[in-house]
């Protein structure tokens, strides 16, 4: 796209704002952007920027790792060399909840999920299995049973090669808390973009399981996700952007990047009460618990 571009229209009309949003101010401590897709293009007017572009400004602004999370098997591929590019970054591979129908429609689901077990076994760069889950938004119901075995599919890798469960879960969470209860889990479970209730939050933090939160839990109308937050204790906490997608406000639908997770950490700083260096240093801490150290 032309760098004269500055907005675009999106699917639904609406005029998106493209210009890169500036950086905000550094954390006072690092923490990890745990669910980042570096692969995607997020159609900013600035089409140099590039995952060495990501990577640089994120550590800027005190954000020093990132898990690069696949959502097919070629992108899972992309999570594993780039992961073997830079030492900031680790892995998670998997099949995405709306892929799977597509490829079970064309008898490719089993030869897939093969794949994803051949991937995360890549060694030490791998370090989670996901982004896998539920989603009801997009996949319609003929396409939840296979979205269920896939899920199930990639909850056996994760507990056979020991690495970080890391769950999508859109308009979902009766399916995925309904396919954990009877599953063999692994011993890491992460709910990437959590968008439970309180009640929910509560639900996995006794389980032991971790929340990561977005950009999402500063949108203005996202009251509900910050009692979620608010309910259960900060060593359940991990923070992602989801990048390119969920900008956090005030910058919501623009482009999205890894160097603006302070924003978020900010955001979880305020509704949890404590001081933001407790909150890097703790958050930090999760991330290692949940993905170890690199
Ligand atoms: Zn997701
Ligand atoms: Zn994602």
Sequence with gaps: MSRMQRSATTDDGRRRDLVRPPAPEPLPLPVTDTHCHLDIGDGGDDDTFGPDQAIAAAADVGVNRIVQVGVSL???VVAVDLARRYSSVVAAVALHPNEAPRLAVDGELDDA???????AGAGDIVRGVGETGMDRFRTGPDGIPAQEESFRGHIEIARRRELALVIHDRD???DILRVLE?????????FHCFSGDAEMARYCARRGWFLSFAGTVTFKNAGSLREALAAVPLEHVLVETDAPFLTPHPHRGRP???YLVPLTVRAIAEVVGRDLEAVCSTIQHNT???FGTW
């Design 288 to 290: 290692e618990m949940a």
């Design 256 to 258: 999205n990047a890894s």
């Design 172 to 174: 979902a969470h009766g």
């Design 182 to 190: 009877d599953a063999d889990l692994p011993e890491r479970v992460v």
């Design 113 to 119: 999920l093969a794949g994803i077990d051949r991937l």
């Design 74 to 76: 070629p992108s899972s």
